[in-house]
């Protein structure tokens, strides 16, 4: 009998946090703080927003704009792999750190 009780709260505890990261933050003090392994756990939709609100943030700071071309695409797939080494880090810290290294190769504000 506690097993199962221990079971149910397990996937009570799984489908909470679940349901939590699914919920695209919506201050910038809470999107910062969302691992990459958090944003992988979201549905593709909120996670893309989540992406593209943190990414138009870190360019913003840095005075340039993420192009939806080959550029912006290259910047994904920086992101994708940093996320795929780091995936406790922040998702804000891998794309500001993907535009970075990327960054003389986007269009000034």
């Known amino acids: ?3 199962r009780v221990f079971v149910a709260s ?3 505890l799984v489908a909470s946090t679940t349901a939590y990261a ?19 756990a979201m549905q593709p939709e909120p996670r893309k927003a989540l992406a593209v609100f943190l990414a138009n943030h870190a360019a913003s ?3 340039v704009t993420v192009p939806d071309d080959e550029r912006g695409a290259q ?11 780091a995936p ?3 998702l804000f810290t891998v794309i500001d750190r993907a535009l970075a290294a990327e960054i003389t190769k986007m269009p000034k504000r």
């Open 61 to 63: 700071h840095r005075g």
């Open 22 to 40: 699914q919920t695209a933050p919506l201050t910038f003090d809470q999107a910062a703080y969302v691992t990459c392994r958090e944003a992988q």
């Open 88 to 90: 406790d880090a922040y």
């Open 1 to 3: 009998m506690n097993l």
């Open 10 to 12: 397990g996937a009570l």
């Open 75 to 85: 910047l994904a797939h920086l992101v994708r792999g940093g996320c795929t080494l």
